[in-house]
């Protein structure tokens, strides 16, 4: 077998064909290496996007957050400044009525009153409601029953005696009314 022929360099070279295989596949791999470098380089700008959007959006989020809370707080505020401003004119009137030379205790106590229904006006000008007691039928939405008692006389679970005036803002319950609730085993 003669090498030269075939164009051999037995100590240096690779058959011709075999040569440019090499470089083609050297080419190749230095082709998909750098392919793969840039694909690396784009998924990393991708992920530092993401990332830089994923901090913005979580910065934002925070930010309403505090505003809303900052917001609720001046609602509330304002909610209870005005509630007390109605109120004023209340304490006013308790001021002037212990300031007030009083000739007799029924005359201090018609003030009192005065100034009691002046609250109650007031309180339901804001939204709150006595719940009605006696002599409903106990309604446990409305009602906290701190006693039983028998009476053949009365309806069973009638209200005899309201111990504490319950309310109610608009709809909403604040304090149900304590009673004393009727017994009747006749029936």
Not at 3 to 9: A, K, S, V, Y
Not at 101 to 116: C, K, Q, T, W, Y
Not at 146 to 165: A, F, G, I, S, T
């Amino acid at each position: 077998m003669d090498t030269h022929n075939q164009g051999l360099d037995v100590d240096h070279e690779l058959p011709a064909h075999e040569a440019s295989k090499e470089q083609e596949s050297g080419q190749q791999g230095t082709t998909v290496e750098n392919s793969s470098q840039a694909s690396h380089a784009g998924i990393r700008a991708e992920r530092d996007a993401l990332m830089d959007r994923l901090a913005r959006t979580q910065a934002d989020f925070e930010n309403a957050r505090k505003r809303i809370s900052r917001e609720q707080q001046e609602y509330k505020d304002f909610a209870v400044a005005e509630a007390l401003k109605a109120l004023l004119p209340i304490l006013d009137s308790f001021d002037w009525a212990f300031q007030a030379p009083a000739n007799s205790l029924e005359e201090f106590r018609g003030g009192v009153d005065l100034i009691r229904k002046q609250l109650h006006e007031t309180l339901g000008k804001l939204g709150l409601k006595p719940i009605a007691a006696r002599g409903e039928p106990f309604d446990p939405h409305v009602h906290e029953a701190v006693e039983v008692v028998d009476d053949p006389n009365l309806p069973d679970n009638q209200v005899v005696e309201e111990l504490q005036r319950g309310y109610k803002l608009r709809e909403r319950l604040l304090r149900p009314a304590m009673v004393l609730v009727a017994r009747n085993a006749n029936q």
